[in-house]
């Protein structure tokens, strides 16, 4: 079966740990893409990245880092610098950069104590 | 920057009802997305329009992409429980990847049986 996994579902970490998170598809996509969801807000992109070894920042980057090494994996870090870093992540990706048609996963809860 | 309202907020409905949402922006689109999200999990692509006037059924849903491009509605008929969740919309102008796809805030949908 094809699609976008994330793992863990749900991350508990203390303020000030650095805390990475995994995204990975077997689509074939060329372009990843991680957003931010809050209670009542619409997703907010992070990073996003349309080909192998390379990576943009989206809107709300600060606080955050990324790299692009497979075709296959985009991790996002989550850095000690990030203000507020409780919140719904999701990772996605589409066929080529610029392809409005994105794929989801299923998210990570992330919580700072 | 850009931005999407979409209104209502949020809803609650008895089962069988028809819902109504809609979607404007203060700049225009040429590509209108209706994701939907179950609770905890990504959003799944419903309907994606690319044309002014353009009227798209997906089942018991239907969306249309406004004339102006400035606006994009989505209707549900019969609601089943299962239609719960938070309803997005997503516009994008250009299929390039210098134009993000930008996301509303969503309108959260309760079925009532």
């Known amino acids: 079966d094809g699609g976008i996994t994330q793992s863990p579902k749900y991350l508990f970490r203390k303020e000030g740990q650095n805390v990475t998170l995994s995204c990975e598809q077997n689509l074939n996509h060329d372009a990843m893409y991680w957003y931010r969801q809050d209670p009542g807000q619409g997703l907010r992109l992070i990073y996003y990245?349309?080909?192998?070894?390379?990576?943009q920042k989206g809107d709300i980057a600060e606080g955050y880092s990324v790299s692009r090494e497979k075709k296959e994996s985009f991790p996002l870090t989550v850095t000690s610098a990030q203000k507020n870093p409780t919140a719904f992540y999701l990772c996605?990706?589409?066929?080529?950069?610029?392809?409005?048609?994105?794929?989801f996963g299923p998210g990570t809860r992330l919580t700072v104590l | 920057g850009q931005q999407l309202n979409q209104s209502p907020q949020s809803m609650f409905i008895q089962e069988g009802e028809d819902v109504s949402m809609n979607c404007t922006s203060s700049?225009?689109?040429?590509?209108w997305l209706w994701y939907k999200q179950d609770p905890g999990e990504g959003p799944v692509l419903l309907i994606a329009?690319?044309?002014?006037?353009e009227l798209t059924s997906n089942g018991r849903l239907t969306a249309q992409f406004g004339i102006t491009r400035k606006d994009s509605f989505l209707n549900i008929s019969a609601s089943i429980p299962s239609d719960v969740g938070i309803y997005f919309c997503?516009?994008?102008?250009?299929?390039?990847?210098?134009?993000?796809?930008?996301f509303g805030p969503g309108t959260s949908l309760s079925v009532i049986p």
């Open positions: 990245s349309q080909i192998v070894n390379d990576f």
């Open positions: 700049s225009i689109f040429n590509t």
């Open positions: 996605a990706s589409s066929l080529i950069a610029g392809d409005n048609e994105q794929f």
């Open positions: 997503a516009g994008q102008l250009t299929k390039t990847s210098y134009d993000k796809v930008i």
């Open positions: 329009l690319y044309k002014a006037g």
